[in-house]
């Protein structure tokens, strides 16, 4: 992208590449819900790493529906007694999907945690296209959890982040806070520490997940 400097993109930037490089679109299962969605993961990959110049960089999680956001949202709004009314703070929210539907779903407030500005930036056009209010935030895993319920979808596929988001979410509901977990099973899902709420069969992009459609749980601590 013409202009997009080196290194971490401003803001007005990563919207602008957002905006250039993806295609508002129902989600699939969720017509409720519409997102900036890529056409092809691994086109938008490269063009990522191409526009921050930077090689290996992580999948651009913002830029598709993944599948234990999918169930999380999916479940949301199927169960709006589970937010309504509630501050919700969303882990590692991406594309800002389940924070848009616990929004849908009559959330007192919701923040989307992120790292990635480009997910900010997403999160941001996603909320405005679905006339919803979201506010973001950085990295929260190290604070004392200040929420009412934490939402944990799709971060459980790396060991330290995993870990690290197992603490955070068991001193929030230590506090107070509920905990729900919308996930596939991958590597380092806390399973012995989770109890099963509802299992969705969802659609999803099979060039990430070498299949159409993947079962995803939705959990909590037990």
Known sequence: MPGLPAGLP????ATAFILANTTLAPVPALPEIRLHQGDDAFTLWEQTEHALKEPDRQPPFWG??????????????????????RRVLDLGSGSGLTAIAAVLAGAAQ??????????????????AANEVRVSTTGDVLDTDPDTDLVLAADIWYERQLAARA?????????????????DVGRAFLPRTALRELAAYEVPVMAGLESAPVKRA??????
């Open 64 to 85: 598709f529906a993944w599948p234990g956001g999918l169930a999380m949202a999916r479940y949301l709004l199927d169960h709006p007694g589970e937010v309504a009314g």
């Open 166 to 182: 197992l603490a955070f979410v068991t001193r929030a509901r230590a506090k107070g806070a509920s905990v729900l977990v919308g």
């Open 10 to 13: 401003a803001v007005n930037a």
């Open 217 to 222: 749980l939705i959990l909590t601590l037990r």
């Open 110 to 127: 919701v923040t989307a945690s992120e790292l990635d500005p480009f997910a900010i930036a997403a999160i941001t056009a996603n909320a």
